[in-house]
Structures are given as structure tokens and as C-alpha cells.
């Protein structure tokens, strides 16, 4: 099976050691220093998805010239060879997102709906093991699939262990769900968003150059914070709402 059969068959793939250059390694320990570095600084407190354990990032120059490694290891190659497109039909946005200590798992979900079209892109710059909060995914669980039909099929589940350097492309409809951090630091993951150039979402390369943290699943605002504590003390209702809906969607 070749890397394209594999990526459609379970709706991601890993590339170990897709990129193991010093280079990469001293900006990944930069990268990691200053993120903790922001944390310390940061009232986390405030922000949408603290209290379930899950924070956006937004990795600023760091991620930039990440990409720019990237490149060099020859990343549009890797691309063209499993989605049979052309890096230049997409844009590319900066994402990531911060695995809190001893929060709990996230809820299974996609990132999006499934009309939408999107690729994610990580690289692991820190080794990411069984017990610092890696992502689950459900094998072929990419295809259209709402939520009340997920939840009552038979699932395959993985853990996606990284070493540092290893690469990850998944599509946005696989479902999946962080898993909680067992660990007692947190957990960094940058991501690349490809979007076909067709769907008119801007590129936020070089928006921001400094490292920004901010809401993952639920807003910043007083309603927002809300609803993530109904999420966190009456969880069942919370998924039974989601049920509900997806019956209708």
C-alpha cells in the first residue's frame, strides 16, 4: 500500500523522521522554551477551553520558518505524492493547539464540517508519548459520518505517538479527540491548515510574530466560559445535545 492508499484508507498518515536536521531541532527548542515561557505570562484563566484543557497556538515567526525547514525537506513533494495536488493550489495557515496537565479528554469531533475541504499538517517539536496527551484518532472514520452514526458504530482507535521530527497529515473530517495529559508539563503540536485556494480563506503567515495563545472550542467571552463549565459538570447532557443535532444536520 503507498502513501496516498494508506492516508484515504484510515484518514491520516505519519512520515517518521520526516525532518531530523540540527537546524530543526534548535528552533523546536526555542520554539518549546518561549511557548512555556508565554504560558507563565499568560492569565490562562480567561480564555475559552483553560478549564477542559485545551488551548489554540499560534506558534508567530517560529512557524514560519518551520515552514520554511519544511520546504527544504521537500514537503511539496510529500504533498503532490499523497493528495495528487500542487502545494501552489493551496493556502496555508498557522495553527496548533496547548495539551494542559491533568485536564480531561476531549469529546470526539472533526475540525469542521463536511462540505468544507481541508488538510492538517503537524510536526512533532518535542516527542509526544502515550502519556502527554497525544490525539486519537478513529481509523476510516473520515467519510461522511455524522455524529449519531459515529457514535454507535464499532470504532478503531490510535494514539498518535510522535517522536520529535515526525510528520502528520490528516484530513479534517477524521474524527478524533485530545487525550488527557498525564504528564506534568504541557503539550505543544503546530499545525499547517491547507485550504484549496477556491475556498477564499487568507493566509495569517507572519500576522503575528510573536507566540499568541488563545480559546479552542469554546469563546473567551462570559457565555463561552459558560457553557465550557456546563460542558465540564454535566458532561452527558452536553454530548446528548450534540446527538440530537447531528439527527437533524
Keep these: ?85 500542487s502545494l501552489s493550489e493551496f493556502t496555508v495557515r498557522v495553527s496548533g493547539n496547548i495539551c494542559f496537565p491533568n485536564k480531561g479528554d476531549q469529546h470526539f469531533h472533526t475540525d469542521g464540517k463536511y462540505e468544507e475541504r481541508m488538510y492538517l499538517m503537524s510536526v512533532a517539536t518535542e516527542d509526544i508519548t502515550e502519556s502527554s496527551g497525544p490525539t486519537e484518532v478513529v481509523l476510516n472514520s473520515h467519510n461522511k459520518t455524522p ?3 459515529f457514535l ?14 515526525d510528520l502528520i497529515i490528516r484530513k479534517h473530517s477524521t474524527w478524533h479527540r485530545g487525550t488527557k495529559n498525564l504528564s506534568d508539563k504541557p503539550r505543544f503540536l503546530i499545525a499547517f491548515l491547507l485550504f484549496p485556494k477556491d475556498s477564499k480563506i487568507k493566509s495569517n503567515f507572519n500576522q503575528n510574530t510573536e507566540i499568541e495563545i488563545f480559546n479552542n472550542f469554546f469563546s473567551s467571552s462570559s457565555l463561552g466560559r459558560f457553557k465550557e463549565l456546563i460542558y465540564i459538570k454535566f458532561k452527558p447532557i452536553f454530548l446528548f445535545y450534540k446527538l440530537f443535532r447531528s439527527i437533524f444536520e
Design 1 to 85: 500500500m503507498n502513501l496516498r492508499e494508506s492516508f484515504y484508507k484510515d484518514g491520516y498518515l505519519i512520515i517518521p523522521n520526516f525532518i531530523k536536521n540540527e537546524s530543526f531541532f534548535k528552533l523546536s527548542d526555542e520554539l518549546n522554551l518561549q511557548i512555556k515561557k508565554k504560558i507563565y505570562n499568560t492569565d490562562l484563566t480567561k480564555i475559552g477551553g483553560y478549564k477542559i484543557g485545551n488551548l489554540g497556538l499560534d506558534a508567530g515567526q517560529y512557524a514560519s520558518e518551520i515552514w520554511e525547514l519544511l520546504l527544504k525537506q521537500d514537503i511539496e513533494k510529500l504533498i503532490l505524492e499523497i493528495l495528487e495536488k
Design 147 to 149: 455524529y449519531w452514526k
Design 152 to 165: 454507535f458504530k464499532n470504532k478503531i482507535k490510535k494514539k498518535i505517538i510522535l517522536s520529535k521530527g
